[in-house]
């Protein structure tokens, strides 16, 4: 079992993101904001955090800059006024400077945008505000830490947000003669990213001994660059609605809430995403999104948009209001608790999430498997420390290295189990398994698509007795002798899409098997031939989900909770403070509308669940539901403290006080 240590720092519990992105043209910028009503209305919101603009992505500046380029026609100071006012009200202020985007400054300087391998400047083809980029190699680099020195000296503020970073490579001359000093070869892609890495890096570090100098304890967040490298705290963009969907935060929490920072997780008053001024979302999707960031272990921001004209939409703070003077309630239970865990699901390229652009839909789909089934889990990368974990997941495409192995070894001889699926378990070079104790050989990729398989006995719980599609090739493995298979992989008549110059072959109906296997299991490792992970993702099949929790029962054998009459659409998440844990339940389920717009509109009803809590050698004294502190009645049984909430509709906090 693992119980995770966060350091909470100063992290806010309410917060605002507000966006400001103002299009040229606007005659009458800020003709009514009005700097008390402002701050006044944030407040009156339960708001203690707001991040406010000092520079946006067209590259104006909101206050009188001496270094950028100020709002045509802006008569104000408002990001001094909003500072101001903020701080008499006791909430704290960080400016926002887009650091990725300054279209005002790339008009008059092209010689700081990023060019892209083509030769390009203008990705007109992409148009959106992504068309043109800035080069943090160039003189931006001088002029946007100016802009920073600025903030930093003539306000008081309590933190910098810097947005919009992309390690896209840049190949610019100063690009080009950086890496050919830096010994790196800008034919090669991976070379030229890697320089950009280092560019980027070596500016995030000025930034932070900026504000060391000029505002030493700020918070300083660098939005887009990896987790890892954030010095201070992390901020989650999730906006559910606009392009993350809801599949994003139960996977990113899980691994920001293990890298020891204090964390919150941004979605968005918008119906759908980032500037929508019209839209709002239903309150109930809001409260979905905060308590789900409160049982993750984090807190929580919305983010806005505010009107050309500095008036906040008083509709949106009704609804934010709303919302937070719900949550409130519940900071008793909520501020300074911390996940518990099981086990642990393990990707090394999430050292560099999310600044790499590789995709991790494999870990969003094991993520959603392991919810359904009500598992309790961290997500983490090779760094991670396993020692405290009963298990580890090596999801999809998880390369094993040297370093990697031996923890993996270590973590075998404490008696730790290890499921595996697709790549992963390979070594580097993917010429075999890096650990013998997986009792397998690489024969290499899969050659049949599509594929299917049969179950033994002993994992068929749950699993149809027929041949299983699996939509997703993965990879050819032999079983060596010792090593048990658990499902037969078969192969189709033909493969998908052959052509014959007579036909396509589209009707595929199993043949054989291939006398290979699609689940082996070794000791206490089992290893699935094809990419459960993506394949869920991509495909949700039940009898995959099915097949790891069969997994799973045969080594698991005292999970965190236990539940009975819980549908899967239910978030179950356990959290601990002194004295106590608290298992939190979710009951709102997104619907499809349309095409491809995901609703919350009313949390779902469920009623006769059965919660059991494993005991932990906690002496159990009461049992009630939070925050009116309502006594449930409960038993112990087989280790576990048993209770029946009742009827759970939308969130419900069991408190278990010792």
């Known amino acids: ?103 005002e400054h790339a008009l008059r300087h092209r010689e700081w945008v990023r060019v892209s391998k083509d030769g390009r400047v203008y990705q007109l083809q992409t148009m959106g505000h992504w068309f043109r980029t800035m080069c943090l190699n160039t003189g931006y680099r001088r002029h946007l830490l100016a802009l920073c020195k600025e903030v930093l000296t003539n306000y008081p503020v309590d933190g910098l947000f810097l947005d919009c970073f992309s390690i896209l490579p840049c190949y610019g001359v100063e690009c080009l003669e950086g890496m050919k000093k830096a010994g790196l070869d800008y034919m090669d892609e991976d070379q030229a990213t890697e320089f950009c890495w280092m560019v980027t890096e070596s500016f995030a570090e000025e930034v932070k001994r900026l504000v060391k100098k000029h505002q030493p304890g700020i918070n300083i967040y660098f939005n887009g660059l990896p987790y890892r490298l954030q010095p201070t705290h992390l901020e989650l963009e999730i906006l559910p609605t606009g392009g993350w969907g809801y599949d994003a935060l139960p996977f990113q929490a899980r691994y920001a809430r293990g890298l020891g920072k204090p964390f919150f997780t941004m979605t968005g008053r ?33 983010g806005d948009h505010l009107h050309p004209r500095g008036k906040l939409e008083p509709e949106v703070y009704n609804l934010i209001g709303q919302v937070y003077g719900e949550i409130s309630k519940y900071d008793e239970w909520t501020v300074g608790a911390v996940p518990v865990s ?79 699926s697709g790549e992963s378990g390979l070594n580097p070079a993917k010429t075999d398994f890096a650990l013998k104790e997986f009792g397998l050989n690489y024969l290499g990729p899969e050659e049949y698509h599509p594929t299917f398989f049969t179950v033994e006995k002993e994992i068929s719980s749950g699993i149809p007795f027929m041949p299983i599609a699996i939509y997703h090739p993965g990879v050819a493995v032999r079983a060596n002798p010792g090593t048990k298979i658990l499902a037969q992989l078969w192969k189709a008549y033909s493969n998908q899409g052959y052509w014959d110059f007579f036909h396509e072959y589209l009707y595929n109906p199993p043949e054989k098997s291939t006398g290979r296997p699609a689940l082996t299991r070794k000791g206490n490792i089992f290893h699935f031939s094809f990419p459960v992970g993506q394949a869920y ?88 539901l939070a925050p009116e502190k309502k006594p449930l009645a409960w038993e112990w049984k087989d280790d576990y403290v048993t209770v029946r909430p009742g009827r759970v509709k939308g969130y419900c906090a069991i408190v278990f006080e010792t």
């Not at 001496?66 to 704290?92: F, Q, S, W």
């Not at 119906?271 to 984090?298: E, I, M, N, V, Y």
Request: aromatic share 10%.
């Open 1 to 103: 079992m693992k119980v995770l240590s966060l350091n909470r720092g100063s992290c806010p519990r309410r917060a605002i993101h507000l966006d400001f992105h103002t299009m040229p043209g606007i005659y009458d910028i800020g003709k009514e904001f009005k700097a008390d009503e402002f701050a006044r209305t944030l407040k009156q919101s339960g708001v203690d955090y707001i991040t406010v603009f000092a520079r946006c992505n067209l590259g104006f500046a909101y206050y009188p800059t001496r270094v950028g380029t100020i709002y045509p026609g802006l008569k104000k100071d408002l990001l001094g006024e909003m500072v101001t006012a903020c701080h008499r009200y006791n909430i704290r202020v960080a400016a926002y400077i887009n650091a990725g985007l300054d279209h």
């Open 342 to 420: 099981d086990f642990v699901l393990l990707d090394p390229g999430l050292k560099r999430f999310p600044g790499n652009r590789k995709s991790f839909q494999h870990l969003s789909g094991f993520t959603r498997i392991l919810r359904e089934l009500h598992y309790h889990f961290d997500i983490g990368d090779d760094l991670t420390d396993i020692n405290d974990y009963q298990g580890v997941i090596l999801p999809d495409f998880v390369p094993v290295d040297e370093y990697l192995k031996t923890k993996l070894e270590q973590h075998l001889r404490r008696g730790g189990w290890i499921i595996s």
């Open 537 to 624: 993702f991509e495909s949700a099949v039940p009898a995959y989900r099915s097949l790891v929790d069969n997994c799973l029962a045969q080594v698991l054998k005292t999970p965190l909770t236990r539940v009975e009459n819980c549908p899967s659409f239910v978030h179950i998440a356990v959290t601990s403070q002194p004295k106590r844990r608290i298992v939190h339940l979710l009951t709102w389920l997104p619907e499809l509308r349309g095409q491809n717009m995901q609703v919350i509109e009313q949390p779902m009803l469920v009623e006769d669940i059965t919660v059991s809590l494993r005991r932990d050698q906690l002496d159990i004294k009461e049992v009630y």
């Open 270 to 302: 918008f119906h759908k995403s980032w500037g929508d001024f019209g839209g709002l979302r239903p309150t109930q999707a809001l409260l979905f999104d905060c308590f789900l960031s409160l049982a993750s272990g984090g807190s929580c921001s919305v």
